[in-house]
């Protein structure tokens, strides 16, 4: 038989075969590579959002269930200030807080102003009533209003 019409490859054709194959496998796996890393660096993205999502509403809900609400007038439509309360379940420590408010000069009936430094005004007679979200809103009120009555009227309920 002569080479030429020899039907076996050659020791060229075979290293040819063989470098074309090795360098087939090796674009699949580099390929894989690549789905496996975009598939868990895609997971991890997701993951990394639901978590900062979490973290981003438990952050919310705490600045609120952490607030008190001072109002200038007896109407929940009033200018009011959002204030820190370090005890958001106690009604005294939310009366102080807005008392400070008044004290500085932030609220006086009806407005709500920039705090003065060194002011001293006058507070007037204040009230607790539970917001619709369970915050304390605490209300100047006219002599004479009972809480249950006056909360009643700003169809709240008193704070515990």
């Known amino acids: 038989m002569n080479k030429e019409t020899s039907h076996w490859p050659t020791d060229a054709d075979l290293e040819r075969i063989h470098l074309a194959t090795r360098g087939s496998i090796s674009r699949h796996q580099r390929r894989q590579v690549r789905v496996r890393t975009a598939t868990i660096g895609a997971g991890a993205i997701l993951a990394l959002g639901a978590t900062a999502g979490a973290v981003f509403v438990k952050a919310s809900s705490d600045a609120v269930a952490n607030s008190t609400y001072c109002y200038s007038a007896d109407s929940k439509n009033a200018d009011h200030v959002q204030a820190v309360n370090t005890d958001p379940l106690s009604t005294t420590t939310a009366i102080e807080v807005c008392s400070l408010a008044w004290t500085n000069g932030s609220l006086t009936w009806g407005e709500r102003h920039q705090p003065k430094p060194g002011s001293r ?40």
Not at 140 to 155: I, N, Q, V, W, Y
């Open 121 to 160: 005004n006058p507070v007037p007679e204040l009230r607790a009533c539970l917001r619709p979200d369970n915050v304390i809103g605490v209300f100047p009120s006219r002599a004479g209003d009972t809480l249950e009555g006056f909360c009643d009227r700003l169809d709240l309920r008193p704070a515990p």
